[in-house]
């Protein structure tokens, strides 16, 4: 089982895009929104798994339904609390940035959304 890619298409992604796509526009385009959406089907098989799966079949480092590593994370979270992308934090984000932590990619799929296509 799992997610059902229309509903995480239609009800998250786009959602998602859309919003961001009030900073910059190109983040709004139905490539983006079909890039996250290809990704999430690859990467954890349509939402089936949250965490990566190591070899020895326990959990591994990526997380979330587009399996976002913490180094990755860390990158794009630091240039979302920095100038550079205030107009992206300004557009998603009322008031702060939700505080850093990598599990935030498992329980919060816009915030998923988000992350992966910056």
Same mark, same amino acid.
Do not use: C
């Given at each position: 089982?799992? !997610?059902?890619? &229309?509903?995480?298409?239609?009800?998250?992604?786009? @959602?998602?895009?859309? =919003?961001?796509?009030?900073?910059? +526009?190109?983040?709004?385009?139905?490539?983006? &929104?079909?890039?996250?959406?290809?990704? !999430?089907?690859?990467?954890?098989? %349509?939402? *089936? *798994?949250?965490?990566?799966? %190591?070899?020895?079949?326990? /959990?591994?480092?990526?997380?979330?339904? $587009? +399996?976002?590593? @913490? $180094?990755?994370?860390k990158? !794009?979270y =630091?240039?979302?609390?920095? #100038?550079?992308? &205030?107009?992206?934090?300004?557009?998603?984000?009322?008031?702060?940035? $939700?505080? /850093?932590? #990598?599990?935030?990619?498992?329980? #919060?799929? &816009?915030?998923?959304?988000? !992350?992966?296509?910056?």
């Amino acid at each position: 089982m799992g !997610i059902n890619a &229309k509903h995480l298409y239609e009800l998250v992604i786009v @959602p998602a895009l859309e =919003e961001l796509s009030f900073a910059r +526009q190109n983040l709004g385009a139905n490539v983006a &929104k079909k890039l996250v959406l290809a990704t !999430i089907a690859h990467e954890s098989q %349509g939402g *089936y *798994y949250l965490r990566q799966v %190591g070899n020895n079949g326990g /959990y591994s480092v990526a997380r979330g339904i $587009p +399996q976002v590593e @913490p $180094p990755t994370h860390k990158w !794009i979270y =630091e240039r979302l609390t920095s #100038d550079a992308w &205030k107009d992206i934090r300004d557009a998603v984000f009322t008031g702060e940035v $939700p505080r /850093y932590r #990598d599990d935030r990619l498992i329980y #919060d799929l &816009k915030y998923a959304a988000y !992350i992966h296509i910056l």
